[in-house]
């Protein structure tokens, strides 16, 4: 891990939101724990992988993932990770994906699934792109996704709730002008 961030900030584009200093490490040792606990008998090695390109892949640049994919393979050479189990949640975001009239191209659902990977380490996060690149729409269907597969909490059963690791997910917009910074 400390090895893969040393070469990202020595081989990728500098940018203001890249980040391999404390903070990234303790995101990935963080994602890393959850991995583990959710995979108890996995390879450690499949799970800092899976750790270190959920945290970062997301955030970089789209000429820096072809290199940021050729550092990983040189530091885990035949890690292969398989597709996540994702269960009731991926049929639901794909059809909640048609049911939005968005189109089902992979680069986007590639992106659902990141901002969903983000979401699980992360508690503050930010959308960012030009107009029309399609973060309300990734939002919005990764939100619909998970509130058709959530239980209802007053309704569901002890043991209802301790299966299903999913809770309906409530959208609040702000308009960040219309408040001071400090009650952001």
Request: aromatic letters at 6%.
């Amino acid at each position: 891990m400390v090895g893969t961030f040393q070469l990202c900030s020595e081989q990728l584009s500098k940018q203001d939101h890249y980040d391999y200093g404390m903070r990234a490490v303790r995101s990935t040792i963080n994602a890393a724990g959850l991995l583990k606990r959710e995979l108890p008998d996995e390879d450690e090695a499949k799970i800092v992988l899976k750790a270190v390109m959920d945290i970062n892949l997301p955030k970089f640049l789209k000429n820096d993932i072809p290199l940021f994919r050729n550092i990983l393979g040189d530091l885990f050479p035949g890690i292969v990770l398989g597709e996540p189990n994702l269960g009731k949640l991926r049929g639901s975001v794909l059809q909640s994906i048609e049911d939005l009239n968005l189109l089902r191209v992979p680069a986007f659902e590639e992106k659902i699934w990141q901002l969903y990977d983000t979401l699980a380490v992360r508690h503050g996060i930010m959308l960012v792109g030009p107009t029309g690149s399609g973060k309300s729409a990734n939002l919005n269907a990764l939100r619909k996704g998970i509130n058709d597969v959530a239980l209802d909490i007053k309704d569901a059963s002890e043991e209802d709730k301790a299966a299903n690791k999913f809770r309906r997910v409530e959208l609040r917009i702000l308009n960040p002008k219309s408040i001071l910074n400090e009650q952001i």
